[in-house]
């Protein structure tokens, strides 16, 4: 029974990848929203913990002392470079109050206790960082010097100011006061830097190892897919992940034991056929041999040994579609020398010219078959083989093997791949064999992941390039 996680939890990679990624920016939002919480906070500590209530009070008590014709003048004397007083005809606001701030006009009203004054109004807004509190709002009039601000070409402060707090009381007498003060707090908080760090650390780590945890099997995959062109024998893989991959996955096992299958069954029908040929052939050679003729009789055991020899160049044939040798690395040049070793040893001129110091991953028995057929080839109908191996630009490896021979016209270049097409003229299997060297070549070629190409030299002659891909190279150690 499936858990509640796993019932839960997406099954698609889309879904898993969205689901994660809103998780992360949820959590990034609400740590987010709690840093603005806490900056707004640090404006109605800034101004607790400040003067500006103790001005308001003053102010206040003050006006009630005094004569009202001495009111300007201590409004005036109230002003500074981030605050200012003023007698205003009355209090309103356009808008309700915030939570910040009628935790500040709560806070006011119980300073004014014994003050003859109705319930105090806050109002906090935002100004710039070299703006005096008082400049540009409707309730103050005049120059900042006279409202007791900086005077034109002084230093600004040395806090850049982020809201203006007003705090407005209305007296007993019918009048009312205002007193604005500017709140200086940092323009990049710590707060603010953490948080973004937090958001940014939040969604780069969920994005990452949500792909890199749902990309694991694709990566297998991959891996599995590559090894299995080159002709390995892969296991079948886990059906682990998401829907999409596992679908692919299963379809990738079931695809490798299809071909595995219909490649036995291929190769087992092909050796009964040249098991069951092999007793009728050996008893026609039998019969062959009490014919009197000897014309008749050499030309039929000839035919019988050509049939015999068909049979198993096909089944050698089949069998390299179907190697399972497996892979493992040598050196090329060790590759090349065993091979050129075997015609030096019968007399055949085999040179080898270049050989890089390369290592490979390979099937090392089928690779030097295919090497075997292009030099014998060389050798039969170019009278002389040279071997070389080099890397290209490209990446991976090359083994090329030129002759001396008429080379092949170039509409026939690619019909010689083809198995049991023969182009030499006198179609002997003497001279020119069965036609299998080429397809065997290319055919263990293709099961490297790599390619076999004829091309005419210029300067006469042919040349066979067997290429193998980059990732055949050896990781160096």
Same mark, same amino acid.
């Given at each position: 029974?499936?858990?509640?996680?796993?019932?839960?939890?997406? #099954?698609?990679?889309?879904?898993?990848?969205?689901?994660?990624?809103?998780?992360?920016?949820?959590?990034?939002?609400?740590?987010l929203?709690?840093?603005?919480?806490?900056?707004?906070?640090?404006?109605?500590?800034?101004?607790?913990?400040?003067?500006?209530? *103790?001005?308001t009070?003053?102010?206040?008590?003050?006006?009630?002392?005094?004569?009202?014709?001495?009111?300007?003048?201590?409004?005036?004397?109230?002003?500074?470079?981030?605050?200012?007083?003023?007698?205003?005809?009355?209090?309103?606001?356009?808008?309700?109050?915030?939570?910040?701030?009628?935790?500040?006009?709560?806070?006011?009203a119980?300073?004014?206790?014994?003050?003859?004054?109705?319930?105090?109004?806050?109002?906090?807004?935002?100004?710039?960082?070299?703006?005096?509190?008082?400049?540009?709002?409707?309730?103050?009039?005049?120059?900042?010097?006279?409202?007791?601000?900086?005077?034109?070409?002084?230093?600004?402060?040395?806090?850049?100011?982020? +809201?203006?707090?007003?705090m407005?009381?209305?007296l +007993?007498?019918?009048r009312?006061?205002?007193?604005?003060?500017?709140?200086s707090?940092?323009?990049?908080?710590?707060?603010?830097?953490?948080?973004?760090?937090?958001?940014?650390?939040?969604?780069?780590?969920a994005?990452?190892?949500?792909?890199?945890?749902?990309?694991?099997?694709?990566?297998?995959?991959?891996?599995?897919?590559? #090894?299995?062109?080159?002709?390995e024998?892969?296991?079948?893989?886990?059906?682990?992940?998401?829907?999409?991959?596992s679908?692919?996955?299963?379809?990738? *096992?079931?695809?490798?034991?299809?071909?595995?299958?219909?490649?036995?069954?291929? @190769?087992?029908?092909?050796?009964?056929?040249?098991?069951?040929?092999?007793?009728?052939?050996?008893?026609?050679?039998?019969?062959?041999?009490?014919i009197?003729?000897?014309?008749?009789?050499d030309?039929?055991v000839?035919?019988?040994?050509?049939?015999?020899l068909?049979?198993?160049?096909?089944?050698?044939?089949?069998?390299?579609?179907?190697?399972?040798?497996?892979?493992?690395?040598?050196?090329a040049?060790?590759?090349?020398?065993?091979?050129?070793?075997?015609?030096?040893?019968?007399?055949? @001129?085999?040179?080898?010219l270049?050989?890089?110091?390369l290592?490979?991953?390979?099937?090392?028995?089928?690779?030097? #078959?295919?090497?075997r *057929?292009?030099?014998? *080839?060389?050798? #039969?109908?170019?009278?002389?083989?040279?071997?070389?191996?080099?890397?290209?630009a490209?990446g991976?490896?090359?083994?090329?093997?030129?002759?001396?021979?008429?080379?092949?016209?170039?509409?026939?270049?690619?019909?010689?791949?083809?198995?049991?097409?023969? @182009?030499?003229?006198?179609?002997?299997?003497?001279?020119?064999?069965?036609?299998?060297?080429l397809?065997?070549?290319?055919?263990?070629?293709?099961?490297?992941?790599?390619?076999?190409?004829?091309?005419?030299?210029?300067?006469g002659?042919?040349?066979?390039?067997?290429?193998?891909?980059p990732?055949?190279?050896?990781?160096?150690?």
């Amino acid at each position: 029974m499936r858990s509640l996680w796993s019932r839960i939890w997406p #099954r698609s990679l889309a879904g898993r990848l969205v689901v994660s990624l809103l998780a992360a920016l949820v959590g990034a939002q609400v740590i987010l929203a709690l840093v603005l919480r806490s900056q707004q906070d640090s404006v109605v500590a800034e101004v607790v913990q400040g003067q500006a209530l *103790n001005q308001t009070v003053a102010f206040a008590r003050l006006l009630q002392m005094r004569p009202p014709d001495e009111a300007q003048s201590i409004a005036e004397a109230f002003g500074s470079r981030q605050s200012c007083a003023r007698l205003v005809p009355g209090v309103t606001m356009d808008r309700p109050m915030t939570e910040p701030e009628k935790a500040l006009a709560g806070t006011l009203a119980v300073m004014l206790h014994g003050v003859q004054a109705g319930a105090p109004l806050v109002e906090i807004s935002p100004i710039g960082p070299d703006e005096h509190p008082c400049e540009g709002s409707p309730r103050f009039g005049g120059t900042a010097e006279q409202r007791g601000g900086r005077p034109a070409g002084a230093r600004p402060p040395e806090r850049a100011r982020t +809201a203006a707090v007003s705090m407005s009381v209305p007296l +007993a007498d019918g009048r009312a006061i205002t007193v604005r003060t500017a709140v200086s707090v940092p323009t990049l908080s710590r707060a603010t830097v953490l948080s973004f760090l937090l958001s940014s650390l939040a969604v780069s780590l969920a994005a990452l190892l949500a792909v890199r945890r749902q990309t694991r099997s694709l990566s297998a995959l991959a891996d599995a897919s590559e #090894r299995f062109g080159r002709g390995e024998t892969v296991q079948p893989l886990p059906v682990t992940g998401p829907a999409e991959v596992s679908a692919a996955t299963a379809a990738f *096992n079931t695809m490798q034991e299809r071909l595995d299958t219909f490649l036995r069954d291929r @190769l087992r029908l092909l050796a009964s056929v040249s098991h069951d040929l092999r007793t009728p052939l050996t008893a026609l050679r039998l019969k062959a041999e009490f014919i009197q003729d000897e014309t008749v009789r050499d030309d039929l055991v000839r035919t019988i040994d050509e049939l015999a020899l068909i049979c198993e160049e096909t089944l050698a044939f089949t069998r390299s579609e179907t190697s399972t040798e497996p892979s493992r690395k040598v050196e090329a040049r060790t590759l090349v020398e065993e091979v050129a070793q075997t015609f030096l040893a019968a007399g055949a @001129l085999v040179d080898v010219l270049r050989v890089e110091r390369l290592e490979l991953v390979c099937r090392p028995v089928a690779l030097k #078959r295919a090497l075997r *057929n292009l030099v014998e *080839n060389a050798i #039969r109908y170019g009278r002389r083989a040279a071997l070389s191996v080099s890397r290209p630009a490209g990446g991976g490896i090359v083994f090329t093997v030129d002759d001396e021979g008429p080379g092949l016209p170039p509409d026939h270049i690619e019909q010689a791949f083809e198995p049991f097409v023969r @182009l030499e003229p006198s179609r002997s299997s003497e001279t020119g064999g069965l036609g299998l060297g080429l397809a065997i070549a290319r055919s263990i070629a293709k099961a490297h992941g790599g390619s076999l190409t004829l091309a005419n030299r210029p300067g006469g002659g042919l040349r066979a390039e067997l290429r193998l891909p980059p990732g055949s190279l050896a990781a160096p150690s």
